[in-house]
């Protein structure tokens, strides 16, 4: 039988991460040491009081119902969480849980975008950022993030008929996969530009608390007219290494915020209750242990970047995030290439730039999910490689 599927299913192909895992297996049965810095999982655990409410709360038969929608108590939770982190005031109509971000974004689409829209994404970019608007069959415009301008886009150089065309932005600081901030004036000029267009701001905040260099992460909702205009997306997950729980939280406009609510009701029937007990423990306990764990990332963020540099690789610190974004090496201009050689040959794994967009290429990004000990050993690997010798 012959199956014919659809044209956005045959739009969307495998992604690089099935490629490096495939030759990552082939190098560890030929019994090579790896340092996998390609896939952001953390690897530090929960706080120990997040695990302790899950299983109390998995414990109970009643909570294997249906939840349907987020309990009052998380709700609250959040406000309460929200204000003390970002100082901003929330309706819990302001408020909506999620199934992580990516199926935040990819929804959200559905809710604002018509066949034929034009929505606003950065070059190089998260792909879910392009992926959730093309489902809709949506036009994508692709804003550009070059070094020069410090991975900030130049918002007055986005063509006026563009600009009076596009339904959303999608914007997220600090960036993944560039890790770089953005400065507060780069918030009160996007602001002024979507009030300018009528254009709806969505900004990815999943890194909000990993910012280096005694910097502070802050949230679109804080400055004035940010509610007005948008919505902002806020993970548990590398906040509180609550990745396979999946939650996140939309927050902000509260027309956006109902609609979406009210499309998520036709396929979702809520998030597991023990799961948003235990995202309650996370935003009402302990704040010290996220400050700890920032320390950490960034011990590991100058053990890699300096070590590389040490070795003759110009790797910029990061900024913020738990990757490193990586300029390839001189005498190297393909990333893939490079990132299949650079394996092959000190057992290092990091993606190609190219996989975030074209502007991506002739850079790498690498995570830091090792200790500072076992960086210092892939940076040793890498230097005994002779890779960089080319």
Request: hydrophobic share 40%.
């Amino acid at each position: 039988m012959e199956f014919h599927f659809s044209e956005k299913a045959m739009r969307i192909e495998e992604g690089i991460f099935a490629l490096l895992n495939t030759k990552k297996n082939e190098l560890i049965e030929r019994g090579r040491t790896i340092y996998n810095l390609s896939v952001g999982t953390p690897d530090f655990q929960p706080p120990q009081h997040v695990i302790d409410a899950v299983c109390e709360a998995a414990a109970k038969p009643e909570n294997y119902k249906y939840a349907l929608v987020e309990l009052p108590e998380l709700l609250t939770a959040a406000q309460g969480f929200f204000r003390r982190r970002f100082g901003i005031e929330l309706e819990t109509t302001e408020i909506m849980e999620l199934y992580g971000s990516q199926e935040g974004m990819t929804h959200l689409a559905w809710v604002l975008c018509n066949p034929g829209d034009l929505v606003l994404v950065p070059n190089p970019g998260y792909p879910i950022f392009s992926i959730g608007p093309q489902l809709c069959d949506a036009e994508v415009w692709e804003y550009p993030l070059l070094p020069e301008n410090g991975f900030l886009p130049k918002l007055a150089e986005i063509p006026e008929d563009v600009a009076r065309r596009a339904k959303f932005i999608v914007v997220g600081y600090p960036g993944n996969p560039t890790c770089k901030t953005a400065p507060d004036s780069f918030y009160r000029e996007l602001i002024a530009f979507a009030k300018k267009y009528e254009i709806i701001i969505l900004h990815d905040n999943a890194y909000a608390d990993l910012v280096f260099g005694g910097q502070k992460g802050v949230s679109l909702l804080s400055f004035e007219g940010g509610k007005e205009v948008g919505i902002e997306f806020y993970s548990l997950s590398k906040t509180f290494n609550y990745t396979g729980a999946r939650v996140s939280f939309a927050i902000g406009n509260h027309e956006i915020i109902q609609k979406f609510k009210a499309l998520r009701t036709q396929f979702d029937y809520g998030t597991f209750l023990p799961v948003q007990y235990g995202a309650i423990a996370a935003l009402t306990g302990p704040f010290d242990g996220v400050l700890r764990q920032r320390e950490e990332y960034e011990k590991r963020n100058h053990a890699l970047c300096q070590g590389l540099r040490d070795i003759g690789w110009n790797v910029p610190d990061s900024e913020g995030t738990m990757f490193v974004w990586a300029p390839l090496p001189e005498g190297y201009s393909n990333s893939e290439e490079f990132c299949m050689e650079l394996m092959e040959r000190s057992g290092v794994i990091c993606v190609p730039g190219s996989s975030f967009g074209s502007l991506g290429e002739g850079f790498v990004r690498m995570a830091l999910v090792l200790p500072p000990e076992e960086l210092k050993k892939a940076v040793e690997s890498i230097r005994e490689s002779g890779i960089l010798k080319k």
